[in-house]
């Protein structure tokens, strides 16, 4: 069952946010286990694909997918078939999966990412994106005034995200850290790619880190409006200080080394967050 696949995709693939969609209620939750596993397919693509080609190939069928749940034809993908009764449901808009698939063309290939403001463009297709779609599906009448603050969320989320990526990131030849911030401290993609300059480097991860915690500062500011009924969408943005408590502690290991942290703490966390409504 299309429903099985996506539930077995995201416990998997994305322990976080699985463990996020067992506090949303149970009629709803194959809801959002298809949104994550739809993230999951599109986010893997690069490094299921041996060259950039194929993975256009792969981004393109995926873009026709979304265009046919619309069409009115749901059939060749399980996450496909259990994506389409979550559109319908929450009204989900097309143009927004659309970006988050092509957002993802900038993952096949080795350029870097440019500027911190185009950094938070691509986070605000990718990751903000994906907790928006989840907010729309748990609470749709007020989803819309919740914009701003899945926006927030997203890009703390996601610059902690590539910056427990980088040992990968690295070992691809991707550069997610921007190059303004990098020429900021006299360096280059190629000094991050090659882990030289190693003190300079330490400053740029830790501004970088600085900035999630900002945006996570400004999103926790605006938690008292989010509804009940929508906290689930945002309960994985809540680890995000535990990450990068962890990347702080690595300093420039975090070059080389997962940051990761221990299940037991992160399931904690959850709890407590989900008790008290916090970010």
Known sequence: MSADYCHDLVCAGDKDRYLTSLFAPDRLRPHLLALYAFNIEIARIRETVSEAALGEIRLHWWRDAIEGIYAGNSHGHPVIEALAPSIELAQLPKQALLNMVEARRFDLYDDPMPSLQQLEGYLGETASML?????????????????EVSGLAGVAMGITGFLRSLPLHRARGQCFVPADLLARHGLTPAHLLAAREPDALKDVLSELRQHAVKRLDEASAMTASISPEA????????????????????????????????QWRRQWALYSHAKTQTL
């Open 131 to 147: 907790i928006q779609l989840a907010v729309m599906i748990l609470d749709r009448p007020r989803a819309e005034r919740l914009a």
């Open 231 to 262: 906290f689930p969408a945002y309960l994985p943005t809540s680890l995000t200080r535990l990450y990068l408590a962890r990347l702080a502690s690595l300093g420039p290991k975090a070059l080389t080394e997962i940051a990761d942290v221990a």
